[in-house]
């Protein structure tokens, strides 16, 4: 079974300022997927970025980078500069490359707030 | 290329009623996945649809069913309601090429309430 943990259910940044959200998974495949999502008020789920298990360089997407510790099983957001519209829940989720299906497990989420 | 959408984006409905909601994937994908997600139990996997096949269940009782047209796009149901199943019902979609990211794109939701 797979399980995201994200231990932060409150953040809060100065605007301009950089921010790190934790997120440590649990897994016992080998291949696997790690995701962000950001969930504004609306409820949509926006897709941030993603980092495949055999993936050696972490990911970036614009301000947002990924920071992939395999042996700790971590898997950190850091989003750059901050932005009052980057407001919202952020979601970290896993998939398994295990089977055929495709599902994520996601964790509780944190929510960030950024300060102007 | 036009997103994830879902019908209706609201509802309310009595216990004891069903409910249908429909999503269509992103034009080309063939994989659709349904989550729910309440302030209680947050983001729950339901079920994902391959090329009209479901693929994987989450653990919710046999209430909640779905299904797949050969188009991609895909319902869900849920027959006699009860006051828990009041949630935000997530669908998303993804190209599922063996080998890839599997990244899935969500749709807006449909907010269900259940009085």
């Known amino acids: 079974a797979q399980k995201i943990t994200q231990t932060q259910p409150g953040m809060f940044v100065q605007e301009k300022e950089a921010v790190t959200l934790d997120c440590t998974y649990d897994t016992s495949d080998q291949s696997y997927g790690l995701f962000w999502y950001k969930q504004p008020s609306s409820g949509e789920m926006i897709f941030l970025i993603y980092?495949?298990?055999?993936?050696?360089q972490n990911a970036t997407e614009g301000r947002y980078s990924l920071n992939f510790q395999k042996a700790r099983k971590s898997a950190n957001l850091v989003i750059s500069a901050s932005q009052l519209g980057d407001s919202a829940m952020y979601f970290c989720a896993m998939s398994s490359f295990s089977g055929s299906a495709r599902q994520l497990t996601f964790g509780s989420g944190t929510q960030l707030t950024v300060l102007p | 290329k036009a997103g994830v959408t879902q019908t209706p984006r609201y509802l309310i409905k009595t216990r004891g009623q069903q409910v249908t909601l429909s999503c269509s994937p992103i034009?080309?994908?063939?994989?659709v996945s349904w989550y729910q997600q309440t302030p209680g139990q947050g983001l729950q996997f339901l079920f994902e649809y391959f090329s009209e096949t479901q693929r994987n269940k989450g653990n919710f009782p046999g209430r909640f069913s779905g299904r797949q047209f050969s188009n991609s796009r895909s319902e869900m149901n849920v027959s006699t309601l009860e006051l828990g199943d009041s949630a935000l019902y997530l669908c998303?979609?993804?190209?599922?090429?063996?080998?890839?990211?599997?990244?899935?794109?969500f749709g807006p939701g449909t907010r269900l309430t259940v009085l």
């Open positions: 034009s080309g994908h063939r994989s």
């Open positions: 980092q495949g298990s055999y993936d050696e």
């Open positions: 998303a979609s993804s190209l599922a090429i063996a080998g890839g990211s599997n990244e899935q794109f």
